[in-house]
Nanobody, 117 residues
């Protein structure tokens, strides 16, 4: 069964940090050339790519988060992380984990991040 479960969201003050985790079922990480991404969707906005990491750990980021967010993966734990620093109110959104594989694209249910004083 393919499954992605996000965790680590919550309420944080501007300038603070959070680390999101995405635990994937082993079946996803066993697929060769799987790309993992974090997306976010704020109320009234479309879902947008935040960060992406390939199976060889090449990364890319949205311009709005470059220098503040870091995506990483631990293949031994089937987990992808998103370290978010210097958070801004405009980072408030539901954050979703995505796995893109040759067998299909899979989504988690999301975790809410609220940046507010």
């Amino acid at each position: 069964q393919v499954q992605l479960v996000e965790s680590g969201g919550g309420l944080v003050q501007p300038g603070g940090s959070l680390r999101l985790s995405c635990a994937a079922s082993k079946s996803i990480f066993s697929i060769r050339d799987n790309g993992m991404g974090w997306y976010r969707q704020a109320p009234g906005n479309e879902r947008e790519l935040v960060a992406h990491i390939t199976s060889s750990s090449s990364t890319n980021y949205a311009d709005s988060v470059k220098g503040r967010f870091t995506i990483s993966r631990d293949n031994t734990k089937n987990t992808v992380y998103l370290q978010m620093n210097s958070l801004k109110p405009e980072d408030t959104a539901v954050y979703y984990c995505n796995a893109a594989t040759v067998l299909g694209s899979y989504w988690g249910k999301g975790t809410l991040v609220t940046v507010s004083s």
